[in-house]
């Protein structure tokens, strides 16, 4: 089992920035691929970003990429999200997931509860 927590979310205007964490437990965390997925309401989920278990290979949506960069720190067992540009589209409850596989993926077993964000015009 994989437990992830988010945090870091949080109220910004258009334009800023915020940086999300999560923070895994209960497997060998540098084994498996982490990724970022959003959701705003009344949407589906949708994929946001990935990164290989080594941190080497990353991948993004189309619609952030160039804005937000995932990295992973596996000595402290935890992914982030940096996110800049933020725009009002942007506004989404931001879960981190993690998965057994090591390269880059967008399946994912394992999912946090979530982090807000709210980007306002």
């Known amino acids: 089992q994989v437990q992830l927590v988010e945090s870091g979310g949080g109220l910004v205007q258009a334009g800023g920035s915020l940086r999300l964490s999560c923070a895994a437990s209960?497997?060998?965390?540098?084994?498996?691929?982490m990724g970022w997925f959003r959701q705003a309401p009344g949407k589906e989920r949708e994929f946001v970003a990935a990164?290989?278990?080594?941190?080497?290979?990353?991948t993004y949506a189309d619609s952030v990429k160039g804005r937000f960069t995932i990295s992973r720190d596996n000595a402290k067992n935890s992914v982030y999200l940096q996110m800049n540009s933020l725009k009002p589209e942007d506004t989404a409850v931001y879960c981190c997931?993690?998965?057994?596989?090591?390269?880059?993926?967008?399946?994912?077993?394992?999912w946090g509860q979530g982090t807000q964000v709210i980007v306002s015009s």
């Open positions: 997931a993690a998965s057994g596989w090591p390269g880059v993926t967008k399946n994912f077993e394992y």
């Open positions: 209960g497997r060998t965390f540098s084994s498996g691929a």
């Open positions: 990164i290989s278990s080594d941190g080497g290979r990353t």
